[in-house]
């Protein structure tokens, strides 16, 4: 069944194992609570369409799926047709839009699952089109229009052009369901490239015919900094997705953090000056030391980036210092000024540890690249643990 995919998964789900090696701890509370804030920030017109591509950022599209159903949401994103089957076997029946482009190969499979899709060109629409009169369907999708991103969407200058050509094949077969646009910088301090993507947006839309049977075409722009930053161009719905993982978008409004990657300690032992650590001996020990190794490595996503670039974990409520090349499976720490670390300890790698937290932009930054990459980049070695309890 399409729900125990490595799409929706949380790969080991035997809680009494999850915990034993290495893991990530889902807050859904606190994933909820980041949704409550873009639907008030957005106002009571827009509708939330969260996006649950790469398995809901990393942290497990099922169990996701339903934190957010109390949120009223209107429909799911997602950015491929096995994602698409995916929300589809974990029993969601409302609107679920592909917001990357497919291929025309997939489109039968997009229309078995009654996925909407995003389209950019009225070729692409034939083909819809026709997979629906195919799986004897009335297929549905948006318009994406292009103001500045680039990736796919119509013209942004050209609306009144390809606007006549996709009415003209919308109607009894297809449901022309929506219009959106995608902001390429919304997170950066300055907004003045996202209200010219806006302006361009509503150019577009002025040109566009009006639906001929006087129904009602979904507006939609904002991702989650877009929602927070500018929600008077919210219109029908938003589509948050870093924000509500955990990850910032800007100054404005700051997430709770939601996932949290830990790992055991499994040995820990003192080491005499001028012991080494790792591939390439990177690290001597300059005095005698206790190093600890934890059981998580860049095969499970840890970065190897972090550890040159100053990278921590907390253990005991206290930092430690990341030493040496991070290995496939193992990564060792300096404990030497942490007292009675012991195999077992937990090491926190993102998260809080008693008074202390490291976040997941904080780690981000230190491997030069982005909270999105980090986590959708945690491997399936580690099990999803939800709502976790504390740190035994
Ligand atoms: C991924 C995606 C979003 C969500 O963006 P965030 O920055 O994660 O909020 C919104 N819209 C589209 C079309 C997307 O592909």
Not at 175 to 200: K, M
Request: hydrophobic residues 45%; glycine residues 10%; charged residues 20%.
């Amino acid at each position: 069944m399409a729900a125990q995919s490595a799409y929706t998964t949380c790969f080991v789900t035997d809680p009494s194992t999850a915990r034993s090696r290495a893991w990530v701890e889902v807050d859904l509370e606190a994933l909820r609570r980041n949704a409550r804030t873009v639907r008030v920030v957005a106002g009571s017109e827009a509708q939330l369409i969260p996006m649950l591509k790469a398995n809901a950022y990393g942290l497990g599209m099922e169990r996701v799926l339903a934190a957010l159903l109390p949120e009223q949401p209107w429909g799911f994103g997602v950015a491929a047709v096995a994602e698409g089957e995916a929300l589809r076997g974990c029993g969601w029946r409302g609107p679920a839009v592909v917001f990357a482009p497919i291929a025309p190969g997939e489109y039968a499979r997009a229309a078995a699952a009654n996925l909407a899709l995003c389209l950019s060109d009225v070729e692409a629409l034939r083909g819809w089109v026709q997979a629906g009169r195919s799986a004897g369907r009335r297929v549905a999708f948006h318009t994406e229009i292009d103001t500045g991103m680039g990736r796919a969407g119509f013209s942004w200058s050209e609306a009144a052009v390809w606007g006549a050509a996709v009415a003209a094949l919308a109607g009894l077969e297809s449901r022309w369901e929506g219009c959106f646009t995608h902001f390429h910088s919304a997170d950066e301090p300055v907004l003045a490239p996202t209200d010219e993507q806006w302006e361009r947006f509503e150019y577009a839309l002025r040109n566009l015919p009006a639906p001929r049977d006087g129904s009602q075409r979904l507006v939609h722009a904002t991702n989650s900094a877009a929602a927070l930053r500018r929600p008077e161009y919210a219109r029908n719905l938003v589509r948050p997705g870093i924000f509500l993982y955990g990850g910032e978008v800007g100054a404005e409004y700051h997430p709770w953090a939601v996932a949290a990657l830990r790992a055991r300690v499994v040995l820990v032992r003192g080491v005499p000056a001028g012991a080494t650590v790792g591939y390439g001996a990177t690290y001597q020990a300059a005095r005698p030391e206790r190093w600890a190794t934890l059981a998580i490595g860049y095969g499970d996503g840890l970065r190897r980036a972090l550890g040159p670039a100053g990278g921590e974990v907390l253990i005991r409520g206290q930092r430690a210092p990341i030493i040496g090349r991070i290995s496939m499976d193992v990564t060792v720490v300096n404990v030497a000024n942490i007292p009675g670390v012991v195999p077992g300890d937990v090491a926190t790698l993102i998260g809080r540890d008693r008074d202390v937290e490291i976040r997941l932009d904080e780690v981000a930054a230190r491997c030069g690249t982005i909270s999105y990459e980090i986590l959708t980049g945690l491997g399936p070695r580690l099990p999803r643990v939800y709502d976790a309890p504390d740190l035994t």
